[in-house]
């Protein structure tokens, strides 16, 4: 059933995962909840509190769709795996849950302490962000194979300036380039001179930026290199492709 709804909406163009889209609802009606409430301390506004309840109640409703929605993408693209952060996010989801449903019962009391309502979306605040980052590390550490602690500051460089375009040493431009296999792998100095000033094969200048000093240093160009090589580096192409 959900093969099905992924193909049909590829039909129509749509080749993305569906949770990324949702997030944006419950995390944004909790950042306005909490500045509504940091209004509420500061000048003691009854209308700051009201509107915190508001923003909480869109919270809780639109949580429903985006837990659905990274429900569906789990099944589809992890094929229902039990990954580490996949827990993790499934137990804030949950916890996200009771917090909000707190917070609007809460807000209901009448003259709740401002430090309560504080104190239960300060812990709302800290579970998206929580959200967020283990769904970016999701997302992103499967893009960057990881390796011993000795390559790690090439890691690093590599996330910070390569992985975007290069996940998992591919090219998510031209896919029949990838960096994996790259022909400028050969030697350090190939390397280097092409990061420096990246060229299509044909010569011509491609969509790749180029890496110069105060952007990438000799010595963070040597630690990338053998991050490269020994993390996911393949047997070179040939040069003619
Ligand atoms: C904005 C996307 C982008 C970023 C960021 C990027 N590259 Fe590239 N890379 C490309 C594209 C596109 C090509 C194809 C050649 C070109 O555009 O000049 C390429 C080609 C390469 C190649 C040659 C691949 C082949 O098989 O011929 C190497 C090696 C390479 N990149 C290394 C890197 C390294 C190392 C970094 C990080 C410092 C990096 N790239 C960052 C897009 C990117």
Not at 4 to 12: A, E, Q, R, V
């Amino acid at each position: 059933m959900i093969d099905k709804l992924y193909d049909l909406l590829g039909k129509i163009g749509y080749i993305h995962p569906l949770h990324p889209p949702f997030t944006h609802g419950p995390i944004g009606a909790v950042i306005v909840a909490f500045c509504f409430a940091l209004g509420m301390m500061f000048w003691r506004r009854r209308n700051f509190l009201e509107s915190a309840y508001y923003a909480v109640a869109i919270a809780l409703v639109l949580l429903f769709p985006t837990v659905l929605a990274g429900i569906f993408d789990w099944q589809y693209y992890y094929s229902g795996a039990w990954i580490f952060q996949i827990k993790i996010k499934i137990a804030l989801a949950a916890l996200l849950f009771i917090l909000l449903s707190a917070t609007l019962i809460a807000a209901r009391i009448p003259d709740v302490r401002p430090s309560i309502m504080m104190l239960l979306l300060t812990l709302c605040l800290f579970n998206v962000i929580g959200l967020g980052y283990f769904g970016g590390q999701l997302v992103y550490e499967g893009r960057t194979p990881t390796v011993k602690d000795g390559l790690m500051p090439g890691r690093n460089i590599f996330v910070g300036h390569c992985s975007g375009c290069h996940s998992n040493g591919g090219n998510i431009i031209y896919p029949n380039l990838p960096l994996r296999s790259a022909p400028q792998l050969a030697s350090y100095e190939k390397f280097i001179e092409f990061v420096r000033n990246p060229k299509l094969p044909d010569g011509s200048k491609g969509p790749m930026p180029p890496f110069t000093e105060p952007k990438l240093s000799g010595q963070q160009g040597r630690e990338l290199y053998d991050y490269i090589i020994k993390g996911f580096a393949k047997p070179a192409r040939s040069e003619e492709r």
